[in-house]
């Protein structure tokens, strides 16, 4: 089996394009993205036709769990199928399990370099304050389409390491959150730019969530720290996104996206999944 690592902000996924459906995706995805044993990777994603639109894309985090959307991830997949010939298109549209996705294309000398996505409609609910890690804390819940919890924190003091993986991983087996969250931790730095580390569910500390940057530019914009139907940077461990809340609250992202490596799995890391074929054209 053939496949791409590609990445978007340090958010890297392996990627394969299939004609159909792979057999047991998520114990393929736990092989191949363990960073000692496998090719390494936050998870994989299929490219998969699509009778609702351009294509379709699957997402597997590294513990073999289903994600219903990935923003970097989905950059990348624009890239993937326009720079590989799958089409010469540049404004597609993605079937997800969030719904159907339109990006538009940033093409430089015949490759993609980066995508706007329309990330759908945000939802910002009601604070609570929960017991994580043996701290209360206060978190927005907001919905991209996925399920997010943002916290606010101090904007002096930087975000350690050892508080996002504790509060993280609490926060994402909290009962509040039954199907599990995504945490993002959020200093506001000015009215236009957030600085945001991110717990991803199914994954733990990843470099960058593009949903997680559009529920905290979200959030930060229902609590009045930022203005409405702005361009607000968010920056995060791999880098920096553009993210923009309409008035209607759908969220709108630019990022980059980039191709890592191509390669090419040994016989019995394909054996859950037999007779697919894919990935480089």
């Known amino acids: ?40 990777s936050d998870g994989m994603i299929w490219i998969l036709p699509s009778d609702q639109a351009d294509f379709r894309m699957r997402i597997f985090n590294a513990d073999g769990s289903e994600a219903l959307m990935c923003g970097n ?6 890239k993937y199928v326009f720079d590989k010939g799958l089409t010469d298109k ?7 399990l969030s719904g159907i996705r339109h990006l538009s294309l940033c093409v430089t000398e015949g ?13 910002v609910s009601a604070p609570l304050v929960l017991e994580a890690a043996g701290r209360s804390v206060t978190v927005y819940p ?26 993280g991983r609490a926060l994402e087996h909290h009962p509040a959150f039954p199907d599990g969250v995504n945490v993002e931790f959020v200093q506001v730095l000015s009215p236009a730019r957030l600085r945001m580390r991110v717990w991803e569910r199914g994954s733990g500390i990843t470099m960058a969530c593009g949903t997680g940057a559009c529920a905290a530019a979200a959030a930060a914009e229902a609590c009045g720290y930022c203005p ?14 553009t993210i923009r809340i309409s008035p209607d609250h ?8 980039k191709i890592v490596y191509e390669g090419e799995t040994a016989d019995e890391y394909t054996q859950t999944a037999p007779g697919v074929t ?3 054209v």
């Open 73 to 78: 991830g989905i950059r990348c997949v624009g």
């Open 250 to 257: 759908t969220a709108f992202m630019t990022g980059p996206a």
């Open 1 to 40: 089996m053939k496949f791409t690592k590609m990445e978007g902000l340090g958010n890297d996924y392996l990627y394969v394009y299939a004609d159909r459906d792979p057999c047991d995706p998520a114990a393929l995805s736990r092989r191949l993205s363990d960073r000692h044993f496998g090719a390494g």
């Open 228 to 241: 409405p139907d702005g361009d607000v940077t968010v920056a995060l461990d791999g880098g920096e996104l």
């Open 90 to 96: 540049t404004d597609l549209t993605i079937e997800t």
């Open 111 to 123: 490759r993609v370099t980066s995508a706007r996505v329309d990330m759908g409609k945000t939802a």
């Open 142 to 167: 907001v919905s991209v389409g996925n399920p997010h919890a943002v916290l606010f924190c101090d904007p002096d003091t930087p975000i350690q390491q050892d508080t996002l993986t504790a509060v």
């Open 278 to 280: 894919g990935g480089t």
